[in-house]
């Protein structure tokens, strides 16, 4: 982003309530919230653009640690298109409080209380419930991640080797490290 933005002090409060609200709705993590990340970070608020939002999730997957880490980098860039080295401190800290405290608290009594009760017949279908919510919030992160790419028409070989990697994936127990080797050769060599 070539200009500078210009955050107050209710920019801030606004990314910290919005993470602090998406933080209750991350069911599956925090990535399954990151359409609507990029709905108010990049379209609603023109905080970051669409490639700070994608070189985000994909420095942070591709890191060692934890997956929440793109919330960090998100909050990192607001701040440095806000100003700087400190507004990029203040982005990190606001981002990765407002993702972290309502679930970390929640999971901790939920946790508690589920395995207090877990023989409860309705414990048991809750679990068994959420499978299906938390993949197709995966899935929209996908297509979100992908449609940003490019034309899908163009594209074709990328939506082909997606769409064979999730077939290897569901179907067999290759590790997805494999896949990940064989996608970076892939995109090494030009084929992708």
């Known amino acids: 982003m070539s200009d500078i933005l210009h955050l107050i002090w209710s920019d801030w409060l606004a990314l910290f309530l919005h993470f602090l609200s ?112 938390v993949i197709a919030l995966l899935i929209a992160t996908g297509w979100i991640l992908a449609s940003a790419h490019g034309d899908p028409a163009r594209d074709w070989p990328l939506w082909l080797t997606t769409l064979v990697s999730a077939l290897i994936v569901w179907r067999t127990r290759l590790h997805l490290l494999w896949l990940l080797a064989a996608g970076g050769l892939l995109g090494w060599f030009g084929i992708l």
């Open 22 to 133: 998406l933080s209750l709705l991350a069911v599956g993590g925090a990535i399954t919230t990151a359409p609507d990340m990029h709905r108010f970070l990049v379209e609603q608020q023109g905080w970051l653009s669409d490639s700070q939002f994608n070189a985000s999730i994909a420095i942070a997957q591709a890191a060692p640690g934890p997956n929440v880490l793109f919330v960090a980098l998100m909050g990192w860039h607001v701040g440095l298109n806000a100003g700087g080295m400190w507004p990029a401190v203040v982005g990190v800290t606001v981002s990765m409080l407002g993702i972290m405290l309502p679930s970390s608290t929640l999971t901790y009594l939920a946790s508690r209380w589920s395995h207090a009760n877990r023989e409860l017949r309705a414990v048991r279908a809750f679990k068994q419930g959420m499978a299906p919510i």
